[in-house]
């Protein structure tokens, strides 16, 4: 029984490239979350997704960042023309329709450097 | 605004008892989450209050005040492998689990 599974767990790219991550959340989960993680930082909310469906974007910048959760395939947060600060830890965490206390379950997080 | 704090950092010592406290204020109050993140993993969920009182699960307990706008989280016969990062999360936002973090408090067990 695979948990949130994240790719890739390790990304580097030069400034002005793009960055791709990709998230496939839990059997059965239909709502997957973003978050992003700075070193001596709290874990900061982006974007909630459903499938086809953005919910709540109000954590993600308007400029470069972008997410999907297509009806097939993983959910992927891209981020266009990287820059030094994009460099953190990305999370994805995803949740059941339903559930009493809306527990997320995380993925290990996709770290990305920009160079 | 929105805000949890919690102690940076806590040492215990292996088979004791430690407490980690958090407060918080945010805009509104739909449940509190306690999480384990060990260094350079996923946060793991740990525990969910969202009315007064203790909730326990195994060595592990949380309470939450909603008047007070505080909780903690009780580890009983400390383990080695529980030096870790606890946070405090706050779901402010209804169904929508849109949580407020705050910024860890990194436990460190001693023999």
């Known amino acids: 029984n695979a948990g949130v599974m994240q790719n890739p767990r390790h990304l580097v790219r030069r400034r002005g490239q793009e960055a791709r991550l990709r998230c496939s959340p839990m059997k059965g989960h239909s709502h997957v979350y973003w978050y992003r993680q700075l070193p001596e930082e709290g874990l900061k909310f982006m974007v909630y997704l459903q499938k086809e469906n953005i919910i709540d974007e109000s954590g993600m910048p308007k400029e470069r960042f972008s997410a999907e959760f297509p009806k097939e395939g993983p959910s992927i947060l891209r981020i266009q023309q990287v820059v030094r600060g994009d460099s953190a830890a990305y999370f994805c965490a995803s949740s059941q329709s339903g559930s009493r206390t809306g527990e997320l379950f995380f993925g290990e997080g996709s770290r990305l450097t920009v160079l | 605004g929105q805000n949890i704090d919690q102690p940076t950092e806590m040492t215990a010592t292996e088979g004791a008892i430690v407490q980690i406290n958090c407060t918080y204020q945010?805009?509104?109050?739909?449940?509190l989450f306690w999480y384990q993140q060990h260094a350079g993993e996923a946060p793991t969920f740990l525990s969910y209050n969202v009315l007064d009182g203790l909730e326990e699960k195994g060595r592990f307990s949380s309470f939450l005040s909603r008047s007070k706008g505080y909780s903690y989280l009780l580890l009983k016969e400390l383990q080695m492998k529980d030096s870790a990062s606890y946070l405090c999360a706050v779901n402010n936002a209804g169904n929508n689990r849109k949580l407020i973090w705050g910024l860890g408090t990194s436990l460190a067990v001693n023999p």
């Open positions: 945010t805009s509104g109050f739909n449940g």
